[in-house]
């Protein structure tokens, strides 16, 4: 990998703490039967959270599951509404102070100079495990974004735990230091150079 000391910053990933919880139990998973049957292990063919799940760590105000779904305090939706970020918080039936955090605006993901490794497409239920084998991650448009949490367009992972990346812009990661949310943690993305 190029040295990236000197490149400049444009966006972040925003990551949670592991919340040790599985949004669906195993049999419960909408498979793809083919995938199934080649050993494809238990692809999720939906993004449709589990709003009966079982949190078992509460702690965070931003959290994952294991499949890579975004659970967030109340703390942190009432700091999202305050700064208008376009933002569907589905509040989980146990949990009423949690919710499934799901951005509405997408991220554009530069996948040629992102150097993506893609595993086999299965030709019935269109998934397809995507790494970033520790490549750095580029946004398509290679410009700052200053403000926003977002999705990326493309989901990243295996088997179950394959899902869109969060992003948030330069002054979204400030403000979300500043708050001090537990369990938050960021990658830098960098503008992409030749």
């Given amino acids: 990998m190029d040295n990236m000391k000197n490149r400049k910053i444009i966006a972040y990933k925003l990551y949670g703490g592991t919340n040790d919880t599985f949004m669906f139990p195993e049999e419960d998973y909408d498979h793809c039967a083919y995938c199934k049957s ?4 238990y692809r999720r063919i939906t993004d449709r959270p589990n709003l009966d799940m079982k949190l078992k760590i509460k702690k965070f105000d931003i959290s994952n599951t294991y499949e890579g779904f975004v659970i967030v305090s109340e703390n942190f939706k009432q700091f999202c ?7 569907e918080f589905m509040p989980l039936n146990k949990y009423p102070n949690f919710y499934v955090m799901l951005p509405r605006k997408e991220i554009i993901i530069d996948q040629e100079n992102s ?14 495990d995507v790494s970033t084998n520790r490549n750095p991650v580029y946004l398509k448009n290679n410009i700052e974004i200053k403000e926003g949490i977002f999705f990326t367009d493309i989901r990243f992972g295996f088997a179950h735990a394959y899902s869109k990346s969060t992003i948030v812009g330069i002054e979204t990661k400030k403000k979300i230091a500043e708050h001090k949310f537990k369990g938050r943690s960021f ?7 030749e």
Avoid: D, H
């Fill in 81 to 87: 509404e305050s700064e208008k970020y376009e933002i």
């Fill in 115 to 128: 150097k993506l490794l893609y595993g086999i497409m299965c030709e019935y239920c269109n998934m397809q």
């Fill in 187 to 193: 990658e830098p993305i960098y503008k992409w150079e």
């Fill in 38 to 41: 080649v050993g494809f292990a």
